[in-house]
């Protein structure tokens, strides 16, 4: 699986659009970029995916580089909520009857301040 | 709809006490997963199991045993629990279409005197 590279922390105002970054610069084109965050005191938590488009969900919004190398998750409103450590897991996909384990580094630790 | 439910919450053991920590799960998942976070670092998996009745060893399994009791349930028992076992230790299933999108459980923080 691809190595990945976040910063160790980032502050963002409440209200404001929360950028975080992640640099998967050796990704092969059959891994796929997943974020979970966890919350403290909480198990992990599956926030979004992508391979090669731009993805949206309720929570998230996830752009990819068109080399794949960087990816930058985007929490659109941030709220004190969403306070947390946030993994950026680059893997190849496994389907049932693998491992399938995620591997978590260290994460990026977002501030939300009011 | 619980997802994954863990118990207990909270345990404080002697060295040399076994204890088993449950994990159960309602969404019709294949794979589940024991992993245990210590101060600072990330996840590491203990065992896993691909599906029901299957079960084999992750990263870290010393000291552990599991037991997938059916496809809800997968168990982890602490034989002779030691010191070094102190941590957070966290159950997550993941179902066979949802790629690695893997859902945990609250977890399960253990203190071993």
């Known amino acids: 699986d691809a190595k990945t590279t976040q910063p160790p922390s980032m502050d963002c105002a409440e209200g404001r659009a929360a950028n975080l970054p992640c640099n998967h610069s050796?990704?092969?084109?059959?891994?796929?970029v997943y974020w979970y965050r966890q919350i403290h005191s909480q198990g992990p938590q599956y926030i979004i995916h992508?391979?090669?488009n731009n993805e949206t969900n309720e929570m998230a919004s996830l752009i990819i580089t068109e080399d794949r190398k960087s990816s930058t998750l985007i929490l659109p409103h941030a709220t004190l909520r969403d306070t947390a450590v946030y993994y950026c897991?680059?893997?190849?996909?496994?389907?049932?009857?693998?491992?399938?384990?995620?591997?978590f580094g260290k994460g990026t630790k977002l501030s939300v301040k009011p | 709809n619980a997802g994954v439910t863990q118990t207990p919450k909270f345990q404080v053991l002697k060295t040399g006490q076994s204890m088993t920590l449950q994990c159960a799960q309602d969404?019709?998942?294949?794979?589940m997963y024991w992993y245990r976070q210590d101060p600072g670092m990330g996840l590491r998996l203990i065992y896993y199991?691909?599906?029901?009745?299957?079960?084999d060893k992750g990263e870290v399994p010393n000291g552990y045993n599991v037991s997938r009791l059916n496809k809800r349930e997968f168990s982890l028992r602490l034989e002779s629990a030691a010191p070094s076992q102190t941590s957070v230790y966290f159950c997550?299933?993941?179902?066979?279409?949802?790629?690695?999108?893997?859902?945990f459980g609250p977890g399960t923080r253990l203190t071993v005197l």
């Open positions: 897991i680059v893997r190849v996909a496994s389907y049932g009857g693998s491992q399938g384990n995620l591997i």
């Open positions: 992508g391979l090669k």
């Open positions: 050796t990704i092969s084109g059959n891994e796929y």
């Open positions: 199991s691909a599906s029901e009745g299957t079960t």
């Open positions: 969404m019709n998942h294949n794979s």
């Open positions: 997550a299933s993941r179902g066979i279409q949802g790629l690695d999108t893997q859902y």
